[in-house]
């Protein structure tokens, strides 16, 4: 089981039609993310719930691991997607065809909580490999995502914050890469 944002991210990277169910109780088919394109509804969907997992996985690094970089690491998270989490709600606000999606609150799905609850269980080198390993596919399936909507998107307002949250995806992804090597075990 994979989160929506490992969905999309999937069907972004290999290039194949994928439809989700929508969040509501709905029949109808979802929105559609293709190779080239995320629809509006997708990203905004996906979105909160990604960054409510980056913030919380981090708030228990910050508590559990020993190590003082994945901790500066946890803090700069949190600190980031905080700040990506007010954006966004300021690009809902303005967004040209937001006005009828209702992104998902900040409650986690199940894979998310599952996955929390993994690094709750770990601790030690364990619980830092854990973290790392979940920040590193997280912002790798984050990238993906934010490139192809800032590039595709169809809303303006979400497109421009893709584009400016974008940079700080890829350095997250590139600090936890960094924090992969120093960590191997």
Do not use: C, W
């Amino acid at each position: 089981m994979r989160t929506l944002l490992t969905l999309a991210a999937v069907a972004l990277l290999a290039g194949a039609a994928g439809a989700f169910a929508q969040s509501d109780d709905t029949d109808a088919v979802g929105p559609m993310v293709t190779e080239n394109k995320v629809d509006t509804q997708t990203f905004v969907a996906t979105v909160p719930n990604a960054n409510e997992f980056e913030i919380q996985s981090s708030m228990l690094a910050g508590e559990k691991s020993a190590s003082d970089d994945v901790k500066a690491f946890a803090r700069q998270m949190i600190a980031d997607h905080t700040k990506a989490g007010e954006d966004f709600k300021a690009a809902m606000s303005q967004g040209q065809t937001t006005a009828s999606i209702k992104p998902a609150g900040p409650a986690l799905q199940p894979e998310e909580q599952h996955l929390l609850g993994e690094l709750k269980n770990a601790s030690g080198k364990d619980f830092d490999q854990k973290y790392i390993r979940m920040q590193l596919d997280a912002h790798k399936d984050a990238v993906a995502l934010f490139s192809t909507y800032a590039k595709s998107g169809d809303d303006p307002a979400m497109k421009e914050f893709a584009k400016k949250t974008l940079p700080v995806l890829k350095m997250h992804e590139k600090h936890a890469k960094e924090l992969a090597v120093a960590h191997q075990g």
